[in-house]
């Protein structure tokens, strides 16, 4: 998948088909490509008029806290998370350091594993290494 791919499609995946999902995952690249596009969409609408950049804003407000509360579950984290945003510049800091944080490959029950993903996770764990060595 190219870049290209990747900025609009995570965008425009996330209006269509996940606009009020607050359950499952986002990784950062899906969290990331959708916060770039929604600013810089943002940021054109807003020079051309104030009052479509608010419905915009405020269009897109679900899906942006959708995405945020799966990227939280990325890392193991509840979507209750987010109400450290109520917290001015302090909550939105830590927020920010959870979603820079790296997908949680250990249980997380947030995630949905399919049987490829634990059949990697069975092949990396120490005690089959500990196995083989012996």
Not at 92 to 118: D, G, M, R
Request: charged share 15%; aromatic share 16%.
């Amino acid at each position: 998948m190219d870049i290209k791919e990747n900025f609009f499609g995570n965008y425009v995946d996330v209006i269509k088909d996940n606009y009020l999902n607050f359950e499952g995952t986002a990784d950062r690249s899906n969290f990331w490509f959708y916060n770039l596009f929604y600013l810089l969409v943002g940021i054109a609408i807003a020079i051309v008029s104030e009052t479509v950049f608010q419905l915009y804003s405020l269009a897109l407000l679900l899906p942006s806290f959708g995405i945020a509360a799966r990227r939280l579950h990325d890392i193991g984290k509840s979507g209750w998370w987010l109400l450290l945003l109520l917290l001015p510049f302090v909550g939105f800091i830590i927020l920010l350091v959870f979603w820079c944080l790296p997908t949680k490959a250990e249980e997380n029950s947030y995630a949905q594993t399919s049987p490829s993903t634990e059949h990697q996770a069975l092949e990396q764990s120490p005690e089959n290494n500990l196995e083989g060595q012996a």
